[in-house]
């Protein structure tokens, strides 16, 4: 039985980085095409878009009362972003594409940053205070996060870019790549969520516990599409589409988790939840500190330089994920 599930998770990362890619082309074009930028578009819509699998990873996760997977899979893939992000900039190294970032991200960052240390309190400090069933912890990462992408939709501006400028477009073409994104979408959606069911069936199999499970196996294969889409992007030269993608798709990977907390049945999720979880919480919070020292550089001395916070990022990464693994 092991052997159909794993048959289908490899056809099932197979479409879903496909469609990635097709979304992030897509995205690229509706922020060249429109007054909405790159950060915008990749912050809140290819963000959500790509993160469907963690929500479909989630809920049925909580449904049966596995509070460590429901976490432990948001926690991962906001992990697993950051270090793929930093991977794909050792590999563009020569290109120094993040000297080329919007400073816009920094508010994407504060919100990430917050919504770090609210989860690392609600894991450490065991709060009893709920509403519904609900924890008070789901209700302010909720509020953050609405509040957050208020904020961003009001402060991003259109990027001035003579690409921008020299395209000439119609509603026609506008309305037709949207509904292409909404395809693409759909498609991560049904795919992606059968690459976390099958991931999950896969790792039970084979006796791993549910923290592994939830943090690395669930993780790495919800985050495919964040991935492929974030690589294309770089590739396309749009790295504020690339990092807005990767912060969105961290902060919605957060918000997952509260909504998971609606459906866990068996009280306040965050009680239930194993605290070793709260390191990767501490992990993503010094992780999005680096992302947001790095758009902050204009100029570099050489591509060691350059390259010195991806590589300490990457390694960190891996330390990490070794010591969940032992």
Same mark, same amino acid.
């Given at each position: 039985?092991?052997?159909?599930?794993?048959?289908?998770?490899?056809?099932?990362?197979?479409?879903?980085?496909?469609a990635?890619?097709?979304?992030?082309?897509?995205?690229?074009?509706?922020?060249?095409?429109?007054?909405?930028?790159?950060?915008?578009?990749?912050?809140?819509?290819?963000?959500?878009?790509?993160?469907?699998?963690?929500?479909?990873?989630?809920?049925?996760?909580?449904?049966i009362?596995?509070?460590?997977?429901?976490?432990?899979?948001?926690?991962?893939?906001?992990?697993?972003n950051?270090?793929?992000?930093?991977?794909?900039?050792?590999?563009?190294?020569?290109?120094?594409?993040?000297?080329?970032?919007?400073?816009?991200?920094?508010?994407?960052?504060?919100?990430?940053?917050?919504?770090?240390?609210v989860?690392?309190?609600?894991?450490?400090?065991?709060?009893?205070?709920?509403?519904?069933?609900?924890?008070?912890?789901?209700?302010?990462?909720?509020?953050?996060?609405?509040?957050?992408?208020?904020?961003?939709?009001?402060?991003?501006?259109?990027?001035?870019?003579?690409?921008?400028?020299?395209?000439?477009?119609?509603?026609?073409?506008?309305?037709?790549?949207?509904?292409?994104?909404?395809? #693409?979408? #759909?498609?991560? #959606?049904?795919?992606?969520?059968?690459?976390?069911?099958?991931?999950?069936?896969?790792?039970?199999n084979?006796?791993?516990?549910?923290?592994?499970?939830?943090?690395?196996?669930?993780?790495?294969?919800?985050?495919?599409?964040?991935?492929?889409?974030?690589?294309?992007?770089?590739?396309?030269?749009?790295?504020?589409?690339?990092?807005?993608?990767?912060?969105?798709?961290?902060?919605?990977?957060?918000?997952?988790?509260?909504?998971?907390?609606?459906?866990?049945?068996?009280?306040?999720?965050?009680?239930?939840?194993?605290?070793?979880?709260?390191?990767m919480?501490?992990?993503g919070?010094?992780?999005?500190?680096?992302?947001?020292?790095?758009?902050?550089?204009?100029?570099?001395?050489?591509?060691?330089?350059?390259?010195?916070?991806?590589?300490?990022?990457?390694?960190?990464?891996?330390?990490?994920?070794?010591?969940?693994?032992?």
């Amino acid at each position: 039985m092991t052997w159909i599930y794993i048959m289908i998770f490899i056809v099932s990362a197979i479409v879903s980085a496909f469609a990635a890619v097709q979304l992030s082309k897509h995205a690229d074009t509706i922020s060249k095409q429109t007054k909405l930028g790159g950060v915008l578009i990749g912050t809140i819509f290819l963000a959500v878009a790509t993160s469907l699998p963690e929500l479909t990873a989630t809920i049925p996760a909580s449904l049966i009362g596995s509070a460590d997977i429901a976490v432990g899979n948001g926690l991962g893939s906001v992990l697993f972003n950051i270090f793929f992000l930093f991977l794909l900039d050792l590999h563009f190294r020569n290109k120094r594409l993040f000297l080329r970032v919007s400073h816009t991200h920094i508010y994407t960052g504060v919100v990430a940053l917050l919504l770090c240390t609210v989860t690392g309190i609600g894991l450490a400090a065991n709060l009893s205070i709920s509403a519904l069933n609900i924890g008070l912890i789901s209700f302010i990462i909720a509020f953050i996060y609405i509040g957050g992408m208020w904020f961003l939709s009001k402060t991003e501006k259109p990027e001035a870019t003579e690409e921008a400028d020299t395209l000439l477009t119609t509603d026609s073409t506008v309305r037709q790549t949207v509904k292409k994104f909404i395809l #693409f979408a #759909f498609v991560i #959606f049904v795919f992606g969520s059968a690459l976390s069911l099958t991931g999950d069936a896969i790792a039970k199999n084979t006796g791993m516990s549910t923290s592994t499970v939830g943090s690395i196996l669930v993780a790495l294969a919800t985050s495919i599409p964040d991935a492929m889409g974030v690589y294309t992007a770089l590739r396309l030269s749009n790295v504020n589409l690339a990092i807005g993608t990767i912060l969105g798709s961290n902060v919605f990977n957060i918000l997952v988790i509260a909504i998971g907390d609606v459906f866990y049945l068996k009280g306040d999720i965050w009680q239930d939840t194993s605290s070793d979880l709260m390191y990767m919480s501490i992990v993503g919070f010094i992780l999005t500190a680096l992302v947001m020292l790095i758009t902050k550089r204009d100029r570099t001395r050489n591509t060691f330089t350059y390259s010195l916070p991806s590589a300490v990022a990457v390694v960190t990464y891996l330390i990490v994920v070794g010591y969940i693994i032992i």
